[in-house]
Structures are given as structure tokens and as C-alpha cells.
């Protein structure tokens, strides 16, 4: 019988081997303009709808530089 710290190794052990075959196979994988940089990109599109795209340039440009940052070329 193993012990309740075992079997938390055990699962550790696993978690960590699963969570690094995750990371390679999403890293051959180009990442997608529609995906890349969720955060301003939710928040510039609701201020757009909300406001206006003449009202929202600052986070526009936010979103732009996040792109960018990835390697997007915009």
C-alpha cells in the first residue's frame, strides 16, 4: 500500500510530465493573430462597441504593441 505523500508524488510526478508534453505540442504550433494577447483585445473591442474607435485609440494602440510584441507584423 503506498502512503497519502507516495501517491501525491506519484500524481505530481505525472501533472509535470503531462504539463511539459502540453507546452512542447502548443509550441510547435504558430500562434494565431485571433489568439494572441486576450487581454487587451477584449477590452479594446468593448470599448470600441461601447464608444467608438475614435474614442478608444489609446487601447487600440495597447493591442497593437502587444502584436507586435509577439512578432506580429501590424
Given amino acids: 500500500m503506498w502512503t497519502a ?12 510530465e503531462s504539463g511539459a508534453v502540453t507546452e512542447s505540442t502548443e509550441q ?6 485571433c489568439c ?9 473591442d468593448a470599448c470600441i462597441i461601447e464608444k467608438g ?3 478608444c485609440t489609446d487601447l487600440i494602440e495597447a493591442h497593437k ?5 509577439l512578432g506580429f507584423k501590424i
Fill in 5 to 16: 505523500s507516495e501517491k501525491m508524488s506519484t500524481v505530481s510526478a505525472v501533472s509535470l
Fill in 65 to 69: 504593441e502587444c502584436m507586435r510584441a
Fill in 53 to 55: 474607435e475614435e474614442n
Fill in 28 to 33: 510547435k504550433k504558430p500562434l494565431k493573430p
Fill in 36 to 44: 494572441a494577447c486576450p487581454e487587451t483585445k477584449k477590452v479594446r
